[in-house]
């Protein structure tokens, strides 16, 4: 597939249903049922709430892929990108997707946490983190994750999460808009055979990517935690690939990165069913700079503050309310930050910047906008 069929097809079938960050059952019941006659779709299992979790089953291949989103409940994007890629499966009738669905047998997990999804939290309602339960699986999502895995026996697994936007491609001032890893399986991080062929997949993706938001492809940390759940499923020798969804440019609510996300998953499927996945290409996978945390939402250079000049980062605060995200500006750091990046920078020219009460600025604090002499300087966002 080129990018460019990639791109077209996210603008045809992008599903409208699903837009912003907060999406939680209520918003993909109904786009279930409404693929009731296009896929196999079945009650797996229940949240700690009892909330049902689902699993949608397309193809008849020998080769089986699964993939999950939404292990962490406000990691949403890939999510909708499911969506929209379920739409193509629907939808276009193409050689390209007729050689997928010959080729392979595809099982998803739109949402593994509902719960946590509703609260707009990573943890679900037991206040557990899914991807630190892989081994003790004292949680019942992690149950169904698991059992489902062991009844499907896939080839390939596809864990979909969404990162923070304090990540960097690198050292650099470019913003790890997606990232991927291939997570290590044993504590050495061997590049063992099943890696290489995670690494394979993410090198296809990531030449796609890099014609588009160059420079600006990540990967993940690879530190060996077998209490993850990525790491678990390498370790039992299918290689899985860890999708990030991060950040692009003023695209808060994600929906510049659902597209690149769309393009990446569908382009792997489309990989795996038309090549022989051997990991012989994988040594490009060490050219993707690894993520750095050398961004804040916001950078106040050269503030005087107390007849000192720094700078102050702020980091916006994702808060539900209203079955909406305010995203709040709180105070991040004050003091030098010559070694860090603002995806929005504010030259203080060496004036006074005060709190909005006129108070001395401290860490913590959460504030719509500053004094910089005697302008008023906004630091909410504005809403599309």
């Not at 650099?172 to 099943?194: G, H, K, M, Y």
């Not at 759940?229 to 370790?235: A, C, H, I, L």
């Not at 700079?289 to 503030?303: M, W």
């Not at 004036?351 to 302008?375: M, R, S, Y």
Request: proline content about 3%.
């Amino acid at each position: 597939m080129t990018s460019h069929t990639l791109q077209q097809l996210f603008k045809t079938y992008k599903e409208k249903q699903l837009h912003h960050r907060y999406i939680f059952s209520k918003h993909i019941l109904p786009l279930l049922k409404k693929h009731t006659s296009h896929f196999e779709i079945e009650v797996i299992g229940q949240s700690v709430l009892k909330e049902s979790i689902y699993a949608i089953k397309m193809g008849s291949g020998k080769t089986k892929i699964f993939m999950w989103s939404q292990m962490h409940g406000n990691e949403s994007t890939t999510t909708k990108a499911i969506f929209d890629m379920l739409n193509v499966f629907a939808e276009f009738d193409d050689a390209s997707i007729k050689t997928i669905l010959n080729q392979c047998t595809i099982a998803i997990i739109p949402m593994l946490n509902p719960d946590g999804a509703k609260a707009y939290t990573r943890l679900n309602a037991n206040q557990m983190d899914l991807n630190r339960d892989a081994q003790d699986l004292t949680q019942p999502e992690s149950l169904v994750l698991r059992q489902y895995f062991d009844a499907f026996q896939p080839h390939f697994c596809f864990n979909l999460h969404g990162q923070r936007t304090i990540f960097s491609a690198g050292n650099t001032n470019n913003s790890a808009t997606v990232s991927f890893l291939a997570p290590a399986q044993d504590a050495e991080c061997t590049i063992t055979e099943t890696r290489k062929k995670a690494m394979e997949i993410i090198v296809e993706m990531n030449k796609n990517l890099q014609k588009q938001i160059p420079n600006q492809v990540g990967i993940y940390d690879d530190a060996f935690n077998l209490n993850c759940v990525g790491d678990t499923f390498q370790s039992l020798n299918v290689p899985t690939v860890l999708f990030e969804a991060g950040h692009f440019v003023n695209d808060y609510e994600r929906e510049q990165v659902r597209s690149y996300i769309f393009q990446s998953i569908l382009l792997a499927i489309h990989f795996i069913a038309s090549a022989q996945i051997s990991g012989n290409g994988y040594k490009t996978y060490f050219k993707i700079p690894q993520n750095e945390k050398l961004f804040y939402d916001i950078v106040i250079r050269n503030a005087k503050i107390q007849a000192e000049i720094k700078d102050i980062a702020i980091q916006y605060q994702e808060i539900l309310k209203d079955e909406q995200i305010e995203f709040v500006p709180k105070i991040e750091k004050i003091g030098n930050l010559d070694a860090f990046f603002g995806h929005k920078e504010i030259d203080a020219k060496c004036k006074k910047v005060t709190h909005p009460n006129f108070e001395p600025l401290e860490e913590g604090n959460e504030i719509v906008f500053v004094w910089i002499d005697d302008d008023n300087i906004e630091l909410i966002m504005k809403k599309n």
